[in-house]
């Protein structure tokens, strides 16, 4: 395996291998399910290496492998073979418990369907991952989730139960939410894929600042346009990344196979 930066025509070069490791680094990364018909293999040798501060996006037809690829970076799920590297932590040697308390740390993760628990009220649901992780200071939690509303202007809904709200507005609290901990490193499955058009908008430019600011942001989506704005896309097939491409030559870290 060699590793390649590519500059803006797509030429690979040789990367420095001395040099930091990326944010995000998938080296081989197999994943096989066993069916009723023999193992069914979902990913198959995925290389990919994302930076501090890339905005990237997945795409592909359903059942190529997106979400599972998006699990192996959230260690929801564990490769088959290979290795899973996020903010120089090995994730594919955790154990549940370790993996768990570091996804607090270090994760922050929108769900298609915002998961907002519906008996704790929109300041609550945020106040949640700070309370069961510990990183922020108990007396600076309510004033950062009220932030992080302000933040998606939706500080005058706090003190809402989420079924009140939009589905739009839920959509902000769960990305509200996912900032709770600051996290390095933030994870969505097809984040705008329920929102009108202005919605899906705004929230894809809060991502955008989000990555200004130095976080890594991956998401899935199928809205091509959306996809065309991010820093990089990677086009999964069958398993397979078949097409990463590079928009701006500033974020070049991409790892490829012989």
Known sequence: ??????????????ADLNAPRPMITLQGVTKSYKTAMGAYQVLKGIDLALEAGEFVSIVGKSGSGKTTLLNMITGIDRPTSGEVWVNDTALHTLSEGQMAHWRGRNLGIVFQFFQLLPTLSVLENILLPMDFCGKVPYRERKPRALHL?????????AYKMPLALSGGQQQRVAISRALANDPPVLIADEPTG????KTAESVFELFRELASQGKSVVIVTHDSS?????????????????????????????????
Do not use: K
């Open 1 to 14: 395996m060699h590793s390649f930066s590519f500059l803006n025509n797509g030429t690979p070069v040789a």
């Open 226 to 258: 959306l996809a065309g704005r991010t820093h990089r896309t990677a086009l999964i097939a069958d398993g397979e990344i078949v097409e990463p491409s590079m928009a701006q030559p500033f974020y070049a870290a991409a790892v490829v196979g012989d």
């Open 194 to 197: 329920n929102l009108d058009s």
């Open 149 to 157: 509303l302000d933040l998606v202007g939706l500080a005058d809904q």
